[in-house]
């Protein structure tokens, strides 16, 4: 019998490249290459690296939803649902059909998610790319209809060429998971562009990463308590302390509104005022991001020079950040008589001379297309590498275009595809995540899963991890629509093992052990010892002390691996220095390893043998007879009466002993 005695755990998901010379974790964001990464020689051509835009006139007064067509974002904030009503016939179809969707997902209502389909059909016949990427998701998932992958890849290449970013991605990641870097690494680029620019120009935003509902096998009620928003108790009392006037935390509460953290909606109007009044109350950190809000004109008209003026009142306070969106002003030449690179350079030089990691990557930016300076690719790479090193996503941003250009570094496109994967899944549709986890926190959880699954069809392994841990926890309470109606258990079962599978070759180590489990047991999938063994043997990998366990237990028992005591006791030894929890079971598998060692032939041997039959039985009696209703109370008064007489016994013997 295999004893799980690993629960609750947290398990960190690291992107890990192993390519070397060259290691990269996605956090926290080490890089480490040697000199064989570089190229001696740069470019003969100086306007060779021409396509880097960084400093240019791009995309960066685009909104959301130009950055992002057809975004989802009109069904769940209402400050944007007039886009979808004064749009044409098609768009009009296809909100309407993707409001049904959602209503379907959350009330477990068949006939309404067909109405739905049948919307979302006529838009994308209208030509409508959104509504074919929706469709693509339909039959990528086969709901409402039988699952086709061939028909799933056909309507999300559709919606691609028709500019649809949410099947760029699904597509990218689809080519990703066949090795396909040359197709995916096109898809990823011109996706991590999108994202870079919708990033902030001075002071980067907070990582808004999916948040993972679960920890291990449970709920990860700690970081769910924290993304509720104003009904979370730290808020209130925050937003209490703020209207009894405190500075710091008007400039908090300002913070959460405008990044939209900590489970807040994003409100640039309201982050604005809470960023006004900790101004006059003498918190200088409110200056910095009043500069940017009138940057990028977020919740005011847009106006360079006020963005000036407040960022240099803050670069007063040593908030040496602010020099990044100084010196990026003066290199655009907004809110300044005209540009001056010699001055933007001393500012982002102040910047980085203070650990400013936004500086580090402006110096790179501007040797690398010799703005103001001689142009010089390797110092570029240096000022990029320690900007990466601290968690700068444009920084990623830039190396993954040298990777895959050549430019100062040795061309390598599968390290490219991931680094350009990194930038891009944080792009504007990464808003999904929050409006997913709005629904899960509200009780919503066929609306939540309904999102992560679109938000796993586009490679998140977060999300992955977290619509197939719903499917486990909740099972006909996750309102999952198959291919004729609600899911059948074979059909969920076979949906949670295809997303657990795929955050396992993202790897997540809880996801690899629970395809390990799948297989073993024969749940949702054919019982296969030997996929079991690979399943756990990834798990081991990234140092799981449970799979070192099971498969310690497989040697043992020769279940899909070599009968080999010697490895097993290796396993089980493994996962007790990985884990200080293991003691208890591993000195019992050791005990039993013993016992089959030196009595091979033994009754005792057929008795640890027949533990797996007994263990059920065992255990089927005490839900059915200690927690049958009466049976409990009976027992608990049995022991009770025992004890006493135990005690009477006791002091009766201590008063006839000898004094």
Known sequence: MRRRYLTGKSFLCLLIFSLLPLSLTARPFVLVLSQDDLKDEPPSDPDSASEWDEFGDSDYHKSEEELDPGSWRPIFES???????????????????????????????????????????????????????????????????????????????????????????????????????EQAVKLYAELAEVAVNSFLISKDSPVLEPVRLHYGAEENKEALRRSRGEEDWDFQILEYQAQKGSPGAMYKIGLFYYFGLRGLRRDHSKALSWF???????????????????????????????????????????????????????????????????????????????????????????????????????????????????????????????????????????????????????GPWNSL???????????????????????????????????????????????????????????????AHSLWWQASEQGNEHAALLIGDAYYYGQGTARDYERAAEAYMHAKSQSNAQAMFNLGYMHEHGLGLPFDLHLAKRYYDEALEH??????????????????????????????????????????????????????????LVVLLLAALYQRERHRRLAAAPQ
């Not at 559709?158 to 689809?174: P, R, T, V």
């Not at 991890?465 to 969920?492: H, P, Q, V």
């Open 433 to 495: 995540s929050r409006w997913a986890l709005e629904s899960y926190l509200k009780g919503d959880v066929g609306k939540a899963f309904m999102l992560y699954s679109r938000m796993a069809e586009m490679g998140y392994e977060v999300a992955q991890s977290n619509a197939a841990w719903i499917l486990d926890k909740y099972a006909e309470s996750s309102m999952c629509i198959g291919e004729s109606g609600f899911c059948t258990d074979a059909e969920r079962y076979q949906r």
């Open 276 to 426: 006004l009044k900790a101004v006059d109350q003498g918190e200088p950190r409110s200056m910095e991001l009043l500069g940017e809000i009138y940057a990028r004109g977020a919740g005011v008209e847009r106006n360079y020079t006020r963005a000036l003026e407040w960022l240099t009142l803050a670069s007063k306070h040593q908030l040496y950040s602010a020099y990044n969106g100084m010196g990026y002003l003066y290199v655009k030449g907004y809110g300044v008589a005209e540009k001056n690179y010699t001055k933007a350079k001393e500012y982002f030089e102040k910047a980085a001379d203070n650990d400013e990691v936004g500086g580090h990557y402006n110096l790179g930016v501007m040797y690398l297309k010799g703005i103001g300076v001689k142009r010089d690719v390797k110092l570029a790479f240096n000022y990029f590498i320690v900007a990466a090193n601290n968690g700068q996503p444009k920084a990623f941003y830039q190396l993954a275009k040298m990777f895959h250009t050549g430019v100062g570094l040795k061309k390598n496109i599968p390290i490219a595809t991931a680094l350009y994967k990194l930038v891009a899944e944080r």
């Open 579 to 636: 884990d200080p929890h293991a003691k208890l079971p591993v000195t019992l598998a050791l005990a039993s390893l013993w016992v089959r060692k030196n009595y091979p032939d033994g009754f005792m041997v057929d008795m640890i043998d027949s533990l797996p039959e007994v263990f059920p039985k065992l255990q089927g009696w005490v839900h059915n007879v200690l927690f049958e209703e009466g049976n409990g109370l009976i027992l608990t």
């Open 79 to 181: 400050d944007t649902a007039t886009i979808a009503e004064s749009g044409t016939e098609s768009e009009a179809l296809y909100y309407s059909g993707l409001r049904k969707i959602m209503s379907a997902a959350s009330s477990g209502d068949v006939s309404l998610m067909e109405d739905s389909s049948t919307e979302i059909e006529a838009a994308g016949k209208l030509g409508n790319p959104a509504a074919q990427s929706v469709i693509g998701f339909l039959y990528g998932m086969g709901l409402m209809r039988e699952k086709n992958k061939a028909k799933a890849f056909l309507y999300h290449h559709f919606a691609a060429e028709g500019g649809n970013m949410q099947s760029k991605m699904a597509l990218a990641y689809i080519y990703r998971r066949q090795d396909m870097y």
